[in-house]
C-alpha cells in the first residue's frame, strides 16, 4: 500500500506571494506596470508589514517584482530572466552532483527536435541572420577560437528561435547559460572553423528548403563532432566542476 504524500505545507508570506502573483497573472500586468504601494497592498491583503515585505522579497528574488526606492519608485512588475531559472537550476545540479557534461549532452539532445521545428516554422529573416552569422565566421582569419564560440553560439540560438517553440527555447537558454565555458581548454584549429562553416551552411541551407528529416540528420552529425571533443576532455579530465549561475555571467566555482 503506497504511503499518503504530505501535505506541502507553505508559510502565510508565501500564500501571499502566491496571490500576487495571481493578481499579476489575472490582470495581465506588463514589466514595468505599477503593482500599487505597500500600503494599499497592507489593506488589499490585510496582512503585517513584515509578512508582506516578505512576500515582495520573494517575489522579488523571483525576478517577478522589483522594488525600487525614491518618489519615483515603487512596487514594479518585471518579467522574469533566463537567468533567475538558470540560477535555481545550476544550484539543483550542483547539490544533486550532476556534472558539466550531462548539461551538455542535454544541450545535444535539445537541438536536433530545434533544428527540426526550424526548418517547419523559421522566416526567410530567420535563414538571413544564419547566413550572415555564417559569412561572419568564414571571413575571419587568424581566429584563436573567439569567434567561433561567438558566432557558433549565435547560430544556435537563431534555431532556437527560428523554431517558435517556447518551451524547448527556454530549456535551451537556460542549458546554454549553464555551459557557457563549454569550449574553455578545446583548442579549435582552422580546420574545425571551416568544418563548422561548412556544417552550419547545410544546416540553413536545408532549413530554408524546407527538409525537417534532412536538417534533424545533418544537426545530429554536427553534434557528434562536439561529443567527440568533450569524450576526450572527459577523459583528459579537463572538464571543470558544475558552475552556479549567478546571472550576468557570473559564476562561482566551488574550489579545488
Not at 500576487?20 to 488589499?44: C, K, M, P, W, Y
Not at 550542483?94 to 527540426?116: G, K, Q, S, T, Y
Request: charge should be negative.
Amino acid at each position: 500500500m503506497a504511503e499518503p504524500q504530505q501535505a506541502l505545507f507553505i508559510n502565510k508570506s508565501q500564500h501571499v506571494a502566491r496571490l500576487l502573483l495571481d493578481r499579476i497573472v489575472e490582470e495581465n500586468l506588463h514589466q514595468g506596470s505599477s503593482f500599487g504601494t505597500e500600503a494599499e497592498l497592507l489593506e488589499q491583503y490585510q496582512v503585517s508589514r513584515p509578512t508582506l515585505r516578505e512576500s515582495l522579497r520573494i517575489l522579488e528574488s523571483q525576478g517577478v517584482l522589483s522594488l525600487r526606492p525614491g518618489p519615483k519608485g515603487g512596487i514594479i512588475v518585471e518579467k522574469p530572466s533566463i537567468d533567475i531559472l538558470a540560477h535555481s537550476f545550476s544550484v539543483f545540479l550542483r547539490i544533486h552532483d550532476v556534472p558539466l557534461i550531462e548539461i551538455l549532452r542535454a544541450r545535444m539532445a535539445i537541438e536536433p527536435a530545434l533544428i527540426r521545428d526550424a526548418a517547419l516554422n523559421g522566416t526567410e529573416e530567420h535563414f538571413a541572420e544564419m547566413d550572415a552569422s555564417v559569412d561572419r565566421l568564414e571571413a575571419v582569419k587568424d581566429d584563436d577560437g573567439t569567434v567561433l564560440k561567438r558566432e557558433n553560439r549565435i547560430f544556435h540560438n537563431i534555431i532556437a528561435k527560428a523554431a517558435h517553440n517556447p518551451v524547448l527555447e527556454v530549456f535551451w537558454q537556460t542549458i546554454c547559460s549553464l555551459a557557457s565555458g563549454e569550449g574553455e581548454g578545446i583548442k579549435f584549429t582552422e580546420r574545425n572553423r571551416l568544418a563548422v562553416v561548412a556544417a552550419h551552411r547545410e544546416l540553413t541551407a536545408a532549413c530554408r528548403r524546407r527538409d525537417p528529416d534532412l536538417a534533424q540528420n545533418l544537426m545530429m552529425q554536427h553534434l557528434g563532432e562536439l561529443e567527440v571533443l568533450l569524450n576526450k576532455r572527459t577523459k583528459s579530465g579537463d572538464m571543470a566542476p558544475m558552475p552556479i549561475q549567478f546571472g550576468a555571467g557570473l559564476k562561482v566555482q566551488r574550489a579545488e
